[in-house]
């Protein structure tokens, strides 16, 4: 158990459709990661979030946003789903902001577009 | 963005074996990872690498960041059944991004 949560854990929705996925980092980290995992595409960074601030940008569509609530837990909000978002999504999160910060991953939620 | 290439992308090998997977970049990275990931599970740090020529263990696991900084291998010895999962390698990109590999699955016949 790494410490990260995710929720929820599976996901199936419609295309065109808009999800919520939520992350908790581990306690005292203040950096969260967001990376999706296709079988196509292999595991790709998203975004990052550093105590609340977007701190570095992947290789995020426009239709997806994120935010670091004062909690320090993240959403990621993917909207006008497509067939090709199908995939695993999952956060990890450092103490830091980044660099050299070992990341720690969640188990990860599975989203199946239909 | 920068490209890693893995290899093998997948390895089929007999209990007690050793094993060896590496990954070769165009580019030059600062930090090398090893992560390993588990069926519904998030990948798992194995070993970190910081400097060019660093070789470093982590029990039956050995790594290597190769001196042009543009690669590195992973070396398992004595292969158990827990040993099985998918193996990738991922560089540092800039601060903050992780580049990863596509991956080595590794089977291991008991």
């Known amino acids: 158990d790494s410490g990260v949560t995710q929720t929820p854990k599976h996901l199936i929705t419609a295309t065109g459709q808009r999800v919520t996925l939520r992350c908790s980092p581990r306690s005292g980290d203040l950096s969260v990661y967001w990376y999706q995992q296709s079988l196509d595409q292999g595991l790709q960074f998203l975004i990052q979030y550093y105590n609340g601030e977007e701190r570095a940008k992947g290789n995020i569509l426009e239709r997806f946003s994120a935010q670091q609530f004062p909690d320090l837990h993240s959403e990621l909000n993917l909207s006008s789903l497509e067939l090709g978002d199908s995939a695993l999504y999952f956060c990890?999160?450092?103490?830091?902001?980044?660099?050299?910060?070992?990341?720690?991953f969640g188990p990860g939620t599975r989203l199946t577009v239909l | 963005g920068q490209q890693l290439n893995q290899s093998p992308q997948s390895m089929f090998i007999q209990e007690g074996e050793d094993v060896s997977m590496n990954c070769t970049s165009s580019s030059i990275f600062n930090t090398w990872l090893w992560y390993k990931q588990d069926p519904g599970e998030g990948p798992v740090l194995l070993i970190a690498l910081y400097k060019a020529g660093e070789l470093t263990s982590n029990g039956r696991l050995t790594a290597q960041f190769g001196i042009t900084r543009k690669d590195s291998f992973l070396n398992i010895s004595a292969s158990i059944p827990s040993d099985v999962g998918i193996y990738f390698c991922a560089g540092l990109e800039g601060a903050q991004k992780l580049v990863f590999g596509q991956g080595t699955r590794l089977t291991i016949n008991p």
């Open positions: 990890a999160s450092s103490k830091g902001r980044g660099g050299a910060d070992t990341q720690y």
